[in-house]
């Protein structure tokens, strides 16, 4: 039986590609490297912010990383302050999770976005509707590791395997799958249907909508 939706953040239930981009290349800035192209930071994004800057130095010209400790550090403090520049909900998705949320569905956010700037995002996308939301921090381990889905089940108090995991990336199908958990792949996000399959998605959506319907068909499993 599921009784829980976990949801991945970043090219799942936000666009947040423009927010990334514009602070990772603010950071370049500051170090005179180059700017890199929005559409890029769909690659860069997915194992945590940290990985995210050893990417984008890489490609804006520090391939030795020399800048990375003081850019990963500046990066956090910028993005904390503001993650929420040009973020959008992705059509639909807040009429389905206040559809879940009305039948019962227990529901949460795991991110590789640190802490601080998840629970402003998902705040001002979603308001109080998610009863967890868990980002990055010293605390977990980072997907794909399951601690933070296994911690949100945990606190949702359900099982691993009565959760269904929801995300855009190869990193969110082992999560899922390492926590045991019906899990996801979603194609409006960042990654493609390939990746997505090659990393054992279980079932695969094309839009919000199909979340509620795959819901129902499970419930009772």
């Known amino acids: 039986m599921i009784k829980a939706c976990i949801f991945d953040l970043d090219g799942t239930l936000a666009y947040t ?28 994004c997915g194992n ?19 800048h990375y400790e003081e850019a990963r550090k500046l990066y956090r403090e910028m993005f904390d302050i503001d993650p929420l520049y040009k973020v959008s909900h992705y059509p639909g998705m807040p009429e389905t999770i206040k559809a879940l949320k009305s039948r ?11 802490h601080i700037a998840t ?11 998610f009863d967890v939301v868990i980002g990055q921090s010293d605390a977990l381990r980072k997907k794909p590791a399951p601690d933070e889905p296994l911690k949100a089940a945990e606190e949702l108090g359900v099982k691993p395997e ?59 499993d």
């Open 17 to 44: 590609l423009d927010s990334m981009a514009c602070v990772a290349n603010e950071v370049m800035e500051r170090f005179s490297l180059k700017p890199q192209p929005v559409e890029n930071f769909k690659y860069y």
């Open 48 to 66: 945590g912010a940290d990985t995210l800057i050893r990417r984008c130095l890489a490609d804006a010209g520090d391939e030795k990383l020399e």
């Open 104 to 114: 019962g569905v227990k529901i949460a956010v795991c991110s590789n976005k640190p």
């Open 119 to 129: 629970v402003k995002v998902v705040q001002e996308m979603f308001g109080d509707e």
């Open 162 to 220: 009565e959760c269904m995991y929801f995300g855009d990336t190869g990193t969110d199908m082992q999560t899922g799958n390492a926590a045991g958990m019906y899990t996801v792949g979603v194609l409006w996000g960042y990654r493609d249907k390939k990746e997505l399959v090659e990393n054992k998605a279980q079932e695969l959506l094309e839009k919000p909508e199909e979340i509620l319907k795959l819901y129902e068909e499970r419930k009772n």
